[in-house]
């Protein structure tokens, strides 16, 4: 245990006199004694300082492994006792060379708590215990404002600060704040520039031991941290915690401009530039800007061509990783989003959404130059009717069109291309809705009825023509005489008795 410190003697706001820890000096019978005392040039006290030491070494009167113990892993040695080497942290002292011998005679190993169930080792039976918990899933201490669970009160008291909007742990030099004084810590040493630890198998180097443990996981596929609720594995216990929110639900992160709510803070930020109109992320090749380096990097590929994500079923590749998985559902026919009113499922919830408007009749895409209203996003479509716009051009004629979708129906007609079949009888047809159309002909369902005589039809545009022998309406003209006609076809046939 501490001798008694002599009273006159206080501790200042940079650590302590040599005087308020004073013990007996080297060489004396404690020396030899199985009680042990350790030698220490100099240790930092929670980061506020070194403890003064007049020139001369400081011991602690404890038991060797007391002593240690009694240290927090973050207060930094600076010499190990039975060498000259000089050591940064605790457990460096404790693991210097894989193990060395105590005053008693007794070796103390590298870590000597190692976990059953992973690779990890620990100074302090403590830090076991409380890893441990992380298998176990045991996390007796929850937050009173959501639903999350943690396996220590410090971690806990770490989240609350998510709430709170508390940042305790100021940098002296930005007078930046941060919750955790870890993150104070890191950002210090980036701020400094030094990167000592470096990466055996690649040039990386890295400002932070655990950092470089993380990217070392990059080389061996280490995924220690897995969901107990299905089956993925993470390299990172936080990549774990975040992950979590997607069972639980759970969105700590408020906007405080509006209702929305995020499971992580990276998409609160990302979020708030929408309120406040901030893009920073310009691309260098157009005039397009982005809010976030994500979708700017997203954006780029249009530009270069380039599509990373190879479906392994087919020959597609595409451009977003979200994308190639929306296309896999077409592969194994999955449709996970199910419509409430009606029997209809969907393989995107974008699909969902602009289906539940035939149900609600909502048609918010309003056009600003005539009363048509949309029920999905086709406004710019409809916008090229009023410009006449036809950006998609056929490449073996002189033809183009509005959309890009009419352009490929256009295009069978060069290949003869008929890809919808009849399954009643021989036909096929080149667009789906021609073959809709057919298929009433199998049923005898003719849906569209004349509001002014019991006749029925299977088209649209056959009652429409009939209407014109109800109203006397005969809009196509011979150029070439007087004779008009209620229906196109019947103009082409009367063409061809000038024609010969």
């Not at 602690?60 to 040695?77: N, P």
């Not at 690779?119 to 890893?131: A, D, E, I, Q, V």
């Not at 408020?254 to 803070?265: A, E, H, N, V």
């Amino acid at each position: 245990m501490w001798k008694a410190a002599d009273p006159r003697h206080h501790f200042n706001q940079r650590g302590a006199t040599s005087e308020s820890l004073r013990v007996d000096a080297p060489g004396s019978s404690h020396m030899s004694s199985h009680s042990g005392e350790l030698r220490i040039l100099s240790v930092y006290g929670q980061g506020e300082g070194p403890l003064a030491v007049d020139g001369h070494d400081t011991l602690f009167a404890a038991s060797e492994l007391e002593a240690l113990s009694s240290l927090s892993a973050d207060r930094s040695v600076a010499k190990s006792l039975n060498c000259s080497v000089r050591l940064v942290r605790l457990e460096e002292l404790t693991g210097h060379q894989g193990g060395r011998k105590g005053l008693c005679g007794k070796v103390i190993p590298n870590n000597p708590y190692k976990c059953d169930q992973c690779t990890k080792r620990f100074s302090l039976k403590g830090h076991l215990n409380r890893h441990m918990m992380n298998h176990s899933g045991g996390k007796p201490y929850r937050c009173d404002q959501c639903k999350m669970g943690f396996s220590d009160s410090y971690a806990l008291k770490i989240h609350m600060r998510t709430h709170s909007g508390e940042k305790p742990y100021k940098c002296d030099q930005c007078m930046k704040g941060f919750s955790p004084k870890g993150s104070l810590n890191r950002h210090m040493m980036n701020r400094s520039g030094e990167k000592p630890y470096k990466c055996d198998q690649c040039a990386k180097h890295y400002s932070h031991s655990y950092t470089l443990t993380m990217h070392m996981r990059t080389h061996t596929g280490e995924k220690p941290y897995s969901c107990d609720h299905c089956k993925k594995r993470f390299a990172r216990h936080g990549n774990l915690n975040v992950h979590m929110r997607t069972h639980s639900g759970e969105k700590p992160y408020k906007c405080d401009q509006c209702t929305k709510r995020f499971s992580q803070t990276s998409h609160l930020k990302s979020h708030m530039m929408t309120h406040s109109g901030e893009m920073p992320y310009k691309c260098d090749q157009c005039t397009k800007r982005f809010s976030r380096t994500s979708h700017l990097k997203i954006h780029l590929r249009t530009h270069s061509g380039e599509k990373p994500y190879r479906c392994d079923q087919c020959t597609k590749c595409f451009s977003r990783k979200s994308h190639l998985k929306i296309h896999m559902r077409t592969h194994y026919g999955e449709k996970p989003y199910k419509c409430d009113q009606c029997t209809k499922c969907f393989s995107q919830n974008g699909t969902l959404k602009i289906h539940m408007r035939t149900h609600s009749g909502e048609k918010p895409y309003r056009c600003d130059q005539c009363p048509k209203r949309f029920s999905r996003d086709t406004l710019n479509i409809h916008m090229r009717t009023h410009s006449g716009e036809k950006p998609y051009k056929c490449d073996q004629c002189q033809m183009r069109f509005s959309q890009n979708n009419i352009l490929k129906n256009h295009l069978r007609t060069h290949t003869g291309e008929k890809p919808y079949r009849c399954d009643q009888c021989p036909k096929c047809f080149s667009l789906k809705g021609s073959l809709k159309i057919h298929l009433r002909t199998h049923s005898v369902v003719k849906p569209y009825k004349c509001d002014q005589c019991t006749m029925r039809f299977s088209q649209k545009g056959t009652l429409k023509i009939h209407m014109r022998t109800r109203s006397g309406e005969k809009p196509y003209k011979c150029d070439q005489c007087t004779m008009r006609s209620s229906d196109k076809g019947t103009l082409k046939n009367h063409m061809r008795t000038h024609s010969g």
